[in-house]
């Protein structure tokens, strides 16, 4: 599969339209396994960032609750009920 700048249509307002050129050409050159690995990296940083949060604003979670409150975070209320029938909600 090949990029174009179809797949990217909107630059974003924080970017000039050169870099946005040159991070598309650099996706292009990367492939599907680079691009993969590229996304892959992005999700884990985001759970850091998200797990940091919680601690930060609950620093009295152990690690329990704050696995319990990404899982809500990332999925919400009803299927953490679904997975976990009978426990309280933890704030994320």
């Known amino acids: ?11 974003p307002l924080d970017t000039t339209p050169e870099a946005h ?19 892959l990296r992005l999700n884990e940083l985001a759970r850091e960032m998200a797990v940091a949060g919680i601690r930060a604003r609950h620093p009295d979670y152990g690690e329990e609750q704050v696995r319990l409150a990404l899982f809500r975070l990332i999925f919400g209320d ?15």
């Open 1 to 11: 599969m090949s990029l174009s700048s179809r797949d990217f249509p909107r630059i």
């Open 21 to 39: 050129a040159a991070q598309v050409e650099a996706y292009r050159r990367m492939g599907g396994m680079g691009r993969t690995a590229v996304a």
């Open 78 to 92: 009803e299927l953490t009920r679904k997975v976990w029938p009978g426990r309280d909600l933890v704030d994320p």
